[in-house]
């Protein structure tokens, strides 16, 4: 199975860009990478079309983990995902993570092979309890 | 409902929100980022301009599709939870709308589930909520008594500590505050009522 691929939606696009930036310094080109963020307008938001393509950017037969920042980033991912082909919706989940460690430590485990529920479970031990 | 009337009170509902931008941002950049009222106009003028089409259609189809273009277009996370209550209650709605009290429940649960809330939490819901019971209840005034409800509701929200959104990161300094996704839930309740007889 190929390694699970990582999308970073944030409301501002430098954040989603500079964590991405920093997932790929450390797995390189091993893992399928994409990232989102600002609304259609370019301000700060997230819109659902635009994370959707880089979930199709980031595919993987493997699945894909999302990491987000606030409120509105985890319910447009959400909406993002029900948008996809059935065939694909399951293998999507949004991580419950903090989103510069948790994509930075998310895509570590992935670039190791591991699957989807791995690879979420492990970022999401960084959240507080 | 004839195409021409869908389509006034569509234009309506959408000129009320478009026109109420700067108190639902006032509202907002006390307890929230300060974007609702930009991302709610910026979605209702995408369904504001395509009210004409949306209106042809059959009901259950045009609240589908202005739920798609909100989801589209606001940005925020009420651009989700508003078009999952259009699509959800365009779902649910059957073609001679005889089902209202139903289909509103269905929608109501549909933006629970999309907000991982409920009712009492400083939220939309908190409009919506009362309104589909009163709407459940029936009555011959409904269309004079649902904009009270909705706006009660709404001011209700103010004492309420937020558990959700943004403005749950301000714990008790969001006591004293509106929620202004219960005010533009009012705001959208009490036009479509304004607008109904005409």
């Known amino acids: ?129 | 409902m004839t195409p021409e009337r869908l389509e006034r009170l569509i234009v309506t509902v959408a000129d009320a929100v478009i026109a109420h931008e700067h108190e639902l941002t006032v509202l907002d950049q006390a307890i929230g980022d300060g974007d609702h009222g930009l991302n709610m106009r910026r979605g209702f003028e995408a369904v504001r301009n395509e009210a004409r089409d949306l209106a042809c259609k059959p009901v259950a189809d045009a609240l589908n599709g202005i739920g798609s273009r909100l989801v589209m277009t606001i940005g925020g996370a009420s651009g989700p939870l508003y078009g999952t209550m259009f699509i959800a209650l365009g779902k649910a709605l059957s073609p001679d709308a005889s089902n209202l009290a139903e289909a509103l429940a269905c929608a109501v649960g549909a933006v629970m589930a999309r907000g991982k809330s409920q009712p009492g939490q400083k939220t939309m819901l908190d409009v919506l909520a009362p309104v589909q019971a009163a709407v459940a209840a029936g009555g011959e005034e409904l269309v004079q008594t649902l904009p009270v409800i909705a706006r009660d509701a709404a001011l209700a929200t103010a004492p309420v500590r937020a558990v959700r959104g943004r403005a749950s990161f301000l714990g008790d300094r969001s006591i004293g505050h509106v929620d202004p996704g219960a005010m533009s839930a009012a705001l959208i309740v009490t036009t479509i009522c304004g607008a109904w007889e005409t």
Do not use: F, Y
């Open chain 1, 1 to 129: 199975m190929p390694n699970v691929g990582i999308v970073i939606v944030s409301h501002s696009p430098k954040i989603a860009e500079g964590a991405a930036d920093m997932v790929r310094q450390m797995v390189g080109d091993s893992v399928p990478l994409a990232w989102s963020g600002g609304d259609s307008a370019g301000g700060l938001g997230t819109s659902v079309a635009a994370v959707r393509q880089a979930i199709e950017d980031a595919w993987s037969e493997g699945g894909v983990a999302i990491l987000v920042d606030l409120g509105g980033a985890e319910t447009n991912s959400e909406m993002a995902i029900e948008l996809l082909d059935a065939g694909r919706r399951d293998r999507v989940v949004v991580c419950n993570a903090p989103i510069v460690e948790g994509a930075v430590i998310a895509a570590a485990e992935a670039s190791g092979g591991s699957p989807l529920d791995v690879v979420c479970r492990v970022a999401e031990e960084l959240s507080p309890r």
